[in-house]
């Protein structure tokens, strides 16, 4: 990565120094976690686990080519797929995570990248999103099939493939994973993100979808902020019924008491949950207006203003963009390439991993710009390092150390050069191709600008 530690930014030559970086050789949970392995007959393998992850993740990198190529450019190893396929099943997805767990850190920094914070709290985002398996026998046995319908009218159809969910907690403002679970064993998505809360940093503001709103889930988030001395601020469903008004401030938002159900009794509730409530009308570029409703645990409405926290909602929600990132653009797609469940979880792990060394390259970069803010696309970053990376492969340590260094301060200047216009202020209808039950159809392509405006509403009385 770039080392700020010397007076210009370097990018080390080689992509297993900065895998090492990334992994923290100093850290001695770690080395205790990746200490060498031995084969069958008790002899060392050939192979080391941190070389074998490092080649995996350059894999996920760069996009291109088998895995034993990209093992010997990124360690210099030689191995055959299935002598990498049989070294790979040994790799258990329990140990991907306590590794995740240890090298997936904060990078924003409160001087610098301001935007990523709110009243001092880092802005972080939960949400799951799903992978689609391959059609292989060992998926099929452990993994079936979902069922869908095109339309209303139309019966249930099974679907192409078979969906494996996972929950990250992503740095809103560099797009950087913090967390990540994966539901090898068939978890759904609202178990992996409660599973995701237990790792939210200190000093955090959590932002949730309407997935979240529900009296558990705003349980065990009100739990990790009296630890950690975070915040949440949740988007309400308007199915979320079961609740009571105790007070309406003056602001006109309201402090609701949501009952919490209980886990292992059906239809039973166990304690409750005090909650701020804040109602606004957002009024679209169209002209077309929507109500809102959010659930935030900053009960003073004068020193954390309704419209305030409204508005941060709406600028700083970029999760679905890391998802963005990470499918479109990394991934390039989300069908995975492995035909079993253990390498389909590795996958997983290994994409956001290297989505994870990106962000420390925009990041570095980030800091360099006069304005601050995510101005660095993740594509021209990727494009960057994979040629210095694929550069240093080649020609190995017969370059002079000084020309690699003018050609990463040149690519260095490249980026700093290709910055993100301002975004305009632009959306587009919420349309899909086909009918699919109450989702209209895209007949005519249209896209507006603007300003969105948002308008609080306030409660009156107690009911």
Known sequence: MFNSSTRKLVLQGVFQDDFDAFLNTSDNFLISLLSPRK??????????????LCGMCYSAVHGIGKLSSNLKRATGYKMSDSGIFQHRQKIPVELLERVSDQCL?????PESETQSYYDGRLLVAIDGTTFNLRNSEDVAKSFPKGKARRSKEAPLSEVAFARMYSSSLVEVGLHNPLALEVGFKREAEFELSTRVLAKLPERFMLLCDRAYSCGRFVYEAQQQCDRLGGAYLIRASDCTTKFTVKDVLEDGSRILSIPVRSQTQ??????SVTVREIRATITKRSGETVEVKFW??????VAHRALELVELYAARWEHELYYGELKGELMDGDLLRSKNLLSAAQEIYMAVWATALIARVRGTVNRTLEEQGLQISFQKVNDKINTIWGFAALVGTSIDRKMLDTAINAAVEELREETMPKRRNRSCPRTIR???INWPRTKEYKSDYGPIKCHIRKYEGLA
């Open 39 to 52: 084969d069958s007959r008790g002899n060392k393998a050939k192979l080391a686990l941190r070389e074998l």
């Open 105 to 109: 850190e904060v990078l924003s920094r």
């Open 266 to 271: 059906k239809n039973k509730f166990e304690g």
């Open 296 to 301: 935030t645990n900053l009960l003073d409405p």
């Open 434 to 436: 086909q009918n699919v």
